[in-house]
Antibody, heavy 124, light 111 residues
Framework: QLQLQESGQGLLKPSETLSLTCSASGGSVSASSFYYVWIRQPPGKGLEWVGRISYSGTTYYSPSLKSRVSMSIDTSKNQFSLKVSSVTAADTAVYYC????????????????WGLGTTVTVSS | QSALTQPPSASGSPGQSVTISCTGTKRDVGTYDYVSWYQHHPGKAPKLLIYEVTKRPSGVPDRFSGSKSGNTASLTVSGLQAEDEADYYCGSYAGTYSLGVFGGGTKLTVL
């Protein structure tokens, strides 16, 4: 059973770069039927897509974050990562990594595995 | 403001049923049968309850059921139990050029 765990900085200053890693255990991020995604939840707000990456490294980012976000995947380390540059207070959120079992337009089995989330605070 | 609209709160007594709505548009819920529901207990990982509008992953009790009519999807929790008290989120596919959309979440209280 795949498990995911987020790790990374918890506190950043405005303009710094956020770096988070999602480590997988009990399964592989090399599986071709899944996307590996980042989702965030600002305080008091709902869930928000950040982006997704396939096992082969194909990415798709939220249009609102696209200019500042990059994701990568390292199948040898069984992990995938998120970077958000030039952070502001608006990037303060709990960041979740998850697995999305979907092929766009054909099936969508939902976000079936989630990490516990990691809290990121941006403050001067 | 979330793309999908959920009531901020819902409540029911043990044993009762409660239904949570999730209203989108014809760009998402109204066109695609790719609505999912998640349960989130604070401090824990969110859990997938329903996918493709009505389907339950293995291990999810049949007390949880999903449906859809037009632009609105619904999650019904039957036979409410204390452990059902949590936040519930809906999500929907929104086309090829979108990651998808989420609702703002509904806090379910078991009275």
């Amino acid at each position: 059973q795949l498990q995911l765990q987020e790790s990374g900085q918890g506190l950043l200053k405005p303009s710094e770069t956020l770096s988070l890693t999602c480590s997988a255990s009990g399964g592989s991020v090399s599986a071709s039927s899944f996307y590996y995604v980042w989702i965030r939840q600002p305080p008091g707000k709902g869930l928000e897509w950040v982006g997704r990456i396939s096992y082969s490294g194909t990415t798709y980012y939220s249009p609102s974050l696209k200019s500042r976000v990059s994701m990568s995947i390292d199948t040898s380390k069984n992990q995938f990562s998120l970077k958000v540059s030039s952070v502001t207070a608006a990037d303060t959120a709990v960041y979740y990594c998850a697995r999305h079992a979907a092929v766009a337009g054909y099936y969508d089995y939902g976000l079936d595995v989630w990490g516990l989330g990691t809290t990121v605070t941006v403050s001067s | 403001q979330s793309a999908l609209t959920q009531p901020p709160s819902a409540s029911g007594s043990p044993g009762q049923s409660v239904t949570i709505s999730c209203t989108g548009t014809k760009r998402d819920v109204g066109t695609y049968d790719y609505v999912s529901w998640y349960q989130h207990h604070p401090g824990k990982a969110p859990k997938l309850l329903i996918y493709e509008v009505t389907k339950r992953p293995s291990g999810v009790p049949d007390r949880f059921s999903g449906s859809k009519s037009g632009n609105t999807a619904s999650l019904t929790v039957s036979g409410l139990q204390a452990e059902d008290e949590a936040d519930y989120y809906c999500g929907s596919y929104a086309g090829t050029y979108s990651l998808g959309v989420f609702g703002g979440g509904t806090k379910l209280t078991v009275l």
